[in-house]
């Protein structure tokens, strides 16, 4: 028969300051298919809950195996996962404790993965396609107009510095992350961030290329004149044929710097 965590702590744990009991765990033993599966899955449905939340400490291994009525080994593969996932946090000699859960943070894995992975642009363009036209779709719904106002000088105001890289990345950098806003999905936004990132050398040199910043602009332009009207269809279409522009421009500044 399973213990109480109560009965099962010898170091002194407070059994008024359980976080996971049996009873929230629908109680017994969890079947072996995919325990560690099965544990981190328990664990997140208490975060989205409320149960747990930033900053909860969760009891020790041994009490938490208790809990769920499983051997140590497929509970730390799960809290192994939740880690690298930036759901938990551990520090030598501590218990587990509940992140921030911030989206900046729960991208960071995915953005340290990207940033030892050999970069590869199509794979870039194609993710940028997913994230970035449904941001837009978003912000075309849900931008208050005083953000689609801001969205539209910042593309008209690209005009001054098409002959200025440099000056031209930082508005560019400004008008896609007013876009990003204006969709209010914070963890989609934090993404699109990771994956813009991505290959930012290849882009400044593609910048630099005679044309290349004259062309975005007008693009940047069609898509905030879409945003304005609150044409979500069209914001899409225009925004498409600037992830083109990009990823083609993006291709051949990488060709061009093969052949030098």
Wanted: with cysteine.
């Amino acid at each position: 028969m399973v213990k109480s965590i109560a009965q099962a702590d010898e170091s002194g744990f407070d059994p008024g300051d359980s976080l996971i009991d049996e009873a929230e765990f629908g109680g017994g033993t969890l079947e072996r298919k995919s325990l560690a599966e099965q544990v981190a899955n328990r664990i997140m449905a208490m975060i989205k809950s409320g149960n747990l939340k930033s900053g909860d400490k969760l009891p020790t291994e041994a009490q938490m195996g208790i809990a769920f009525g499983i051997s140590r080994p497929p509970l730390r593969e799960a809290l192994k996962a939740l880690t690298l996932m930036g759901v938990l946090v551990s520090r030598q000699g501590g218990r587990y404790t509940v992140t921030d859960l911030t989206p900046t943070r729960l991208v960071a894995p995915f953005n340290t993965m990207l940033s030892v992975a050999e970069y590869d642009v199509h794979q870039q363009f194609e993710a940028r396609t997913v994230v970035d036209l449904e941001l837009v779709r978003l912000c075309a719904l849900r931008a208050s107009p005083e953000l689609r106002q801001r969205i539209h000088k910042l593309a008209v105001d690209g005009v001054a510095f098409e002959h200025d890289p440099v000056a031209f990345r930082l508005l560019d950098i400004e008008f896609h992350q007013a876009i990003n806003g204006g969709a209010a999905n914070d963890l989609l936004s934090a993404l699109a961030q990771v994956l813009y990132d991505l290959g930012l050398d290849v882009r400044r040199t593609a910048s630099e290329v005679r044309g290349v910043i004259t062309h975005s602009v007008k693009q940047h332009i069609a898509v905030a004149d879409a945003l304005v009207a609150g044409d979500a269809e069209t914001a899409v279409a225009a925004y498409r044929a600037h992830l083109e522009h990009v990823r083609d421009t993006t291709i051949q500044s990488m060709e061009a710097g093969k052949l030098q």
